[in-house]
């Protein structure tokens, strides 16, 4: 078939696309060529309508091993200790066929992590649905939540964290982003760069198949009505043969004879093939008969664009072939030399002894289109003047309940009971909590995670919102006594040929990167997914921000469950009681304007760091951060989880207690002290000049809120614990 | 004492498993699916994962690989061999333990802390252990144990049912039941009372700072009686 212009436009290429490739190749490419640069440089891929704002990003720090531009970030947790990680987004996939979907993105984000070396030590997801109302909402959260467990229950890497939310936004698309961390000495990190002319390049795991063909061009385009055909465009996972790949990868690992590694991932053995030699700035040569493959008859094209799971590509010093040959043979998995690195810097295909393809390695990476789009600033939205009448007919009591039970604020316990959290024997947090923790295997050591985004702010003001979900990040970090230490983001957007949707980009980034450098809290890795829009309408912005922790002696972890009756509860860090864009807000008064909660991101770091000088002195029984629904529903989670009562009086401060509760002010947490160490405390909190309201006590059994008659803490597990349940399996 | 923890392709609970049994004093080895013999033991280990991926039935191609067959004489001739999880699948495919396990009545993977009572005190496992009642943990998604009413009667009239899900004051009630697995059942012996198959993992619950600890009385209470 001749290449033309109409078949570059089907691959998902843009006219004036088309046109730079011939310029560049000085003639049109063969079909096999034209597939090479659809997946190059489609949007996946090139990130070339992020690449300018993602730039700024600060991705430097003392701790940092390595940033942006490998398989994962690296961070350095002491004494050669290395945390490997990444989150990575698999939502169009998700949607058109949730189980596989979900389950290959958790594949995909595990292989990026032990490409480097490093064992997989946690996974973590963020899911958000459409309305619970909405048809297709049931069925693709069961289908995500099976196939997320399916994947990393096999796997057997516990599932210690997560977060779900539900708006009409993501009706025609929903998001899965999963994160993995990984555990590495740090002497021992294995990179994508090649290195070397003439070196084998080694081909292993599973066969090659027809399945994923254009996944990553998928992933690049908006849905229409004919999504349901785009099914074989989903991959298939296999977690049992990714788990002898893991094993089989670290015993290869622990020797010295791999150059490079690199996992076929998004565009297949395109993109790994490309990647290594463009970083080594060498030439790669294949030969695409020696593919492992799992279907007769297949083309190169199709060899080269398939996104078959659980592959590897390997440069491996010469002479070792035999010996890695050996450890693949143990594990019952496919390797075959398949190739060499060149001095040609271009990449050759070879198939049925006939040259099927030649592009000179730089044109398909370096000379990628890069488009400085146009955006759109968004204002911050007036301030709601709400009618104080109006709260007047509320209980506190009834609107707690009520908000206990929103589809948002719910136990999703129905979620990760789902999921494996416990295996490995390290989980000391589980999810349900502020952060999952896990011990660093046989040290003193944990690391705390934890996900978050809050498209109700971003969506408001993306630049306050890119902010706060930086900070609710490491609010709930340093909530179980660890030291945040660096963030992963996985930047979910709408279409960025529209100038809304590119401008609510540019702004969260620039909210993330403020805040980031603000916290000396770089960003070491992420994705972005463009295009979660269908038939014209996008999705809220949703960055999803990862972060990693250090909690040196994990016997000093703090918990969020409420202790000891009689112990005081404190809010730490000022309440002004912003209603705009709050749960109460939105679900009580129906009220959906107004300015997101502003970030103050000075209160917001020294509020953080005195909460873990309290911690480091013991004198915090348990701490919780305040997001959404407040204080109020922050103190009832901490007693829910705890199943203990609590009696609270609204401090003597100007504002109306709906807004002192409900309110979502930033930089705010919960803690329980005991009534002896309270004058340690206050003279902590003085000394680094941090607001705080002592505003009652953990009880027994009774809730006890500004004398409103007495409720049962039953009732609110009650409110709190059933709708997920009810609404799936009722 | 010498224990073997088998590991097949697929096996995730095995350094678990390493890591308990080396804590309470057992001097262990990791065996894998193919090699020819399993070292000299006094207690061999069914660990739990997803043996082969568990693709066909669940331990149905472990119960049939190259190792196992060394597993199956060195229980006949009365050795302690303990298969938790999937190592308990198994041993019901092996035969060694009469059954089944089918998925969880509400077809759903489970991850939770359970509490289970101890029936039987009567051999190696549970003799002297100080306590009815043990807080441990369940993550499967087959753990339905059924069997036929024959092998059902087999069970009772010889003893066999090792322990069964309960609640923390050991009241055994379809309510405590996570998978709906007949009587309750969260684990059996075989009539010598020298195999045991269970659904929880003891692994996991082994000091403090996890969820429970009362995986230390099976571990401790184990090593005390084979010593």
Redesign the interface.
């Known amino acids: 078939m001749d290449v033309n212009e109409k078949i570059a436009i089907d691959h998902g290429l843009k006219k004036e696309e088309f046109v730079k490739i011939c310029d560049l190749l000085k003639r049109t490419p063969n079909l096999t060529e034209l597939g090479i640069f659809s997946a190059m440089w489609n949007e996946h891929c090139s990130y070339k309508s992020s690449r300018i704002h993602l730039k700024k990003l600060n991705t430097k720090g003392k701790k940092v091993i390595q940033g942006p531009g490998e398989n994962a970030g690296v961070i350095d947790i002491e004494d050669d200790d290395a945390i490997v990680f990444k989150i990575e987004s698999h939502n169009h996939p998700s949607f058109i066929e949730p189980y596989q979907g979900a389950a290959t993105g958790v594949g995909g984000i595990m292989r990026d992590v032990f490409t480097m070396g490093a064992r997989p030590i946690a996974n973590l997801n963020s899911i958000h649905f459409g309305s619970p109302q909405h048809p297709k909402t049931k069925n693709l959260l069961r289908g995500v939540v099976k196939g997320i467990g399916g994947y990393g229950n096999c796997m057997g890497i516990p599932t210690v964290g997560g977060q779900t939310s539900f708006d009409e936004s993501y009706n025609g698309n929903i998001l899965v982003n999963a994160m993995t961390l990984g555990l590495v000495n740090k002497n021992k990190i294995f990179y994508s760069k090649a290195a070397g002319i003439n070196k084998p390049v080694i081909y292993v795991g599973s066969k090659t198949g027809r399945d994923g063909i254009h996944g990553a061009s998928m992933a690049s385009a908006i849905f229409d009505e004919k999504i349901d055909e785009k099914k074989p465009t989903v991959q298939v996972g296999d977690p049992f043969t990714e788990k002898l790949l893991l094993e089989a990868c670290l015993e290869l690992m622990a020797g010295k004879s791999i150059i490079s590694i690199q996992d076929m991932g998004a565009a297949g053995l395109t993109s790994s093939s490309i990647e290594m030699a463009s970083k080594g700035n060498l030439g790669i040569e294949l030969n695409l008969n020696k593919v492992p493959c799992r279907e007769e008859k297949m083309s190169p094209y199709e060899i080269m664009l398939s996104e078959s799971q659980e592959r590897m590509l390997i440069v491996l010093e010469n002479g070792k072939e035999a010996d890695a040959k050996k450890i693949f043979d143990k594990w019952n998995l496919d390797f075959a030399v398949i190739g060499k690195t060149t001095n040609t810097k271009k990449i050759e295909l070879f198939f049925d002894k006939k040259k099927v393809a030649e592009i000179p390695i730089n044109i398909l990476a370096e000379n990628a289109p890069v488009y400085n789009r146009k955006w759109k600033k968004t204002k911050l939205p007036q301030k709601i003047k709400f009618k104080k009448d109006d709260f007047k007919k509320l209980k506190i009591t009834e609107v707690l309940k009520k908000i206990l039970s929103l589809p948002n604020i719910s136990s999703k316990e129905w979620i990760w009971e789902q999921y494996d959290h416990t295996v490995m024997g390290d989980t000391i947090q589980k999810p349900g909590s502020d952060a999952g923790v896990v011990r660093v295997h046989g040290t003193s050591k944990a690391v705390a995670t934890s996900v978050d985004s809050s498209a109700i702010y971003c969506n408001a003001h993306p630049l306050t919102g890119g902010k706060q979900v930086v900070c609710e990040s490491w609010r709930n970090l340093i909530s179980c006594g660890s030291k945040p230490i660096a963030i992963t983001n996985c930047l979910n957007f709408g279409n960025p040929e529209k100038e809304k949707n590119m401008g609510e980009f540019v702004e969260c980034v620039e909210g993330i990167n403020e805040a980031s450098k603000f916290l000396d809290y770089p960003v070491v890795s992420g994705n972005v997914s463009f295009y979660n829009e269908t038939k014209d309408k996008g999705i809220k912005p949703t960055p999803t921000i990862g972060g990693v922790g250090l909690i040196k002696d994990y016997k000093k972890m703090v918990t969020m469950n409420l202790k000891n009756s009689g112990n005081l509860i404190l809010v730490i860090g000022k309440t002004e009681g912003h209603i705009d864009q709050s749960i109460f807000a939105i679900n009580i008064l129906s009220e959906k304007k107004g300015p997101p909660p502003v970030v103050n991101l000075f209160n917001e770091k020294n509020n953080g760091e005195t909460i873990l000088k309290l911690i480091n002195e013991d004198l915090v029984n348990s701490a919780h951060d305040v997001s959404l629904g407040g204080i109020i529903t922050a103190v009832s989670k901490m007693a829910i989880k705890g199943k203990k009562g609590f009696e609270l009086n609204k401090p003597k401060v100007l504002i109306n207690k709906f807004d002192y509760y409900f309110g979502e002010d930033q930089g705010r947490y919960i803690i329980e002290i005991e009534a002896k160490n309270l004058s340690n405390v206050q003279k902590i909190l003085k000394d680094n000049l941090v607001h705080y309201d002592e505003i009652g006590l953990v009880a027994e059994k009774d809730v006890i809120i500004d004398k409103e008659p007495i409720i049962h803490i039953d009732d609110l597990i009650k409110s709190n614990k059933y709708w997920l349940e009810d609404y799936m399996d009722k | 004492m010498k224990s073997s923890v088998i590991i097949f392709?697929?096996s995730?609970?095995d350094?678990?498993m390493d890591?308990?049994l080396k804590k309470f004093g057992f001097k262990n080895q990791m065996v894998w699916h193919?090699d020819p013999e399993i070292p000299k033991s006094d207690l061999i280990v069914l660990p739990?994962?997803?043996s082969?991926?568990?693709?066909l039935r669940c331990g149905s191609i472990a119960g049939k690989s190259k190792i196992i067959k060394s597993v199956i004489e060195f229980a006949n001739s009365g050795g302690l061999v303990l298969g938790i999880c999937n190592g308990f699948q198994i041993l019901t495919e092996t035969g060694l333990l009469p059954g089944v396990l089918l998925q969880n009545k509400?077809q759903?993977?489970?991850?939770?802390n359970v509490y289970v009572k101890i029936n039987n005190k009567e051999n190696k496992y549970f003799k002297n252990i100080k306590k009815e009642i043990l807080e441990l943990?369940i993550?499967h998604?087959e753990g339905n144990y059924f069997c036929t009413e024959e092998e059902m009667k087999s069970l009772n009239d010889n003893n066999q049912i090792a322990v069964t899900y309960c609640n923390e004051n050991g009241k055994e009630d379809e309510q405590f039941n996570p998978n709906g697995a007949l009587k309750n059942i969260a684990g059996i012996f075989s009539k010598k009372k020298n195999i045991l198959g269970m659904m929880p993992?003891p692994?996991?619950m082994?000091d403090k700072?996890?969820?429970s600890n009362d995986g230390n009385f099976f571990f401790e209470n184990l090593i005390e009686n084979l010593k």
């Not at chain 2, 082969?52 to 693709?55: R, S, V």
């Open positions: 392709p697929g995730n609970c350094r678990d890591v308990a193919n739990g994962g997803f082969y991926g568990d693709y509400y759903k993977f489970i991850c939770k943990h993550a998604n993992h692994e996991r082994i700072y996890l969820s």
